[in-house]
């Protein structure tokens, strides 16, 4: 991820409703800042209760007593040490994949508070590494797709498509809360 340009976190109860993160995909999100420490634990909560198998420091964080929040930053630090060290932990090839997904989808329902949500999608594009997947959202570059409507109405379309694939790509790892 290049130096990073958006800056709003992601309430966990808004990532919840879309899908459950892996950890490593968790992991990924806490340290680009998409998740701060209230949701971090309630995101480890989650994959606890949905069966996953997680690091033992994602499990201590699910447990994590309130009194205590101030050792996320340590835990989560720990749980990024045991997933490169466990092989037997399950991995994601793209964990920044999802909070791709995510912010785009909460930049979705929130645009009437953006002056320019279209520009935002291109800060989040660069946030990415420029990912090709959403090459069709940036005003800048051509439809991918010969006779797709072109404007701020073709790309809103394809954000909504793009958001529309993912949500059904994520929907088997929603949370049941």
């Known amino acids: 991820m290049s130096e990073d340009l958006v800056k709003f976190s992601l ?10 993160p892996t950890p490593d995909e968790m992991v990924y999100g806490y340290r680009h800042g998409w998740i ?14 949905a069966g996953m198998a997680i690091p033992a420091a994602i499990e201590e964080l699910a447990l994590l007593l309130r009194d205590h929040r101030f050792r996320v930053a340590d835990l989560m630090r720990a749980a990024a040490d045991e997933l490169s060290a466990d092989e037997g932990l399950s991995r994601c090839e793209a964990p920044e994949r999802v909070w ?6 909460w930049l979705y329902e929130h645009r009437g508070d953006f002056v320019e949500p279209l520009g935002v999608i291109e800060m989040i594009y660069a946030d990415f590494d420029y990912p090709e997947e959403i090459e069709g959202l940036i005003r800048f570059m051509p439809a991918r797709q010969p006779g797709a409507v072109v404007g701020r109405d073709g790309i809103v379309q394809r954000w909504r498509d793009y958001l529309a694939r993912r949500a059904g790509e994520y929907s088997v790892r929603r949370s049941s809360k």
Do not use: C, K, N, T
């Open 11 to 20: 309430p966990a109860e808004f990532i919840l409703s879309r899908v459950v």
């Open 100 to 105: 791709l997904y995510l912010a785009l989808d």
């Open 36 to 49: 701060d420490d209230e949701g971090a634990v309630r995101v480890a909560e989650a994959e606890l209760l």
